[in-house]
């Protein structure tokens, strides 16, 4: 067979699959910035491996940069302190966490629908049309397509930031404890049917490239949502 050639074979390791299951992870957004990798036995039996191939695996994300040793601890590398907010009370921290939104999240959507790329928006389309009015789906489901939009910007830094912000909302107790209030069960359900809207209007204008839709239906949710949790909250 003159004038042919052939690449190499390549021969992965069980500790190069490892490495290229966790990086995956980490770019995800499922192992956030600061967030500590699970214990090598817990890997170990996750993978069905033994654990030096952990320890290989770990110590080529650490050469690449991905993570960081801490003590006796491994965390995902992070380049930006925690995103804190402080109150007196909970609809002081509503206000300052949709503050931080409001700056950050037009922006991400302008990028998105300039510079995602067409798996990026095939994701943002399916997150928004399997969401529903059962509050724990939606909330798992809101983070997700969220932190979707932000990796879909482009951009690393301004990701990282948003993730934080999202982060410190979904974790915040002070705010489950208005979203799961009985007394505000019924406000809660209109501001989640209202944001399945707004959502599938992002998601809309992201995957078609509107870069000016997708900018007013992100402001128009969050004033929406704001509006709704500070007024009507109790």
Do not use: W
Request: charged fraction near 25%.
């Amino acid at each position: 067979m003159s004038g042919s050639s052939f690449d190499p074979v390549a021969r992965v390791t069980v500790s190069a699959e490892i490495r290229q299951r966790l990086a995956d992870a980490i770019h995800t957004g499922q192992l956030a910035p600061g967030t500590p990798l699970p214990a090598e036995r817990v890997l170990c039996q996750e993978f069905g491996v033994a654990r030096t191939s952990v320890r290989e695996a770990i110590q080529g994300l650490v050469i690449a940069g991905y993570i960081e040793r801490r003590g006796n601890r491994s965390v995902v590398a992070e380049r930006l302190p925690d995103v804190n907010f402080t109150g007196d009370d909970r609809k002081t921290l509503v206000t300052q966490l949709f503050e931080v939104r409001q700056v950050i999240e037009p922006a991400i959507a302008d990028f998105a629908a300039r510079r995602a790329t067409d798996d990026q928006r095939e994701e943002i389309a399916s997150i928004a049309e399997q969401m529903t009015t059962d509050l724990e789906v939606f909330r798992e489901l809101d983070h997700r397509f969220h932190s979707a939009l932000g990796r879909a910007c482009g951009n690393p830094l301004l990701n990282e930031v948003h993730s934080k912000a999202l982060a410190a909302l979904f974790r915040s107790g002070d705010l489950a404890s208005l979203l799961y209030a009985e007394v505000n069960r019924s406000e809660v359900t209109d501001i989640v049917t209202s944001s399945l809207v707004a959502h599938q209007a992002i998601a809309d204008a992201v995957v078609k490239g509107h870069t000016r839709k997708a900018v007013s239906a992100v402001v128009a949710h969050l004033d929406d949502v704001e509006r709704r949790m500070v007024e009507r909250l109790l």
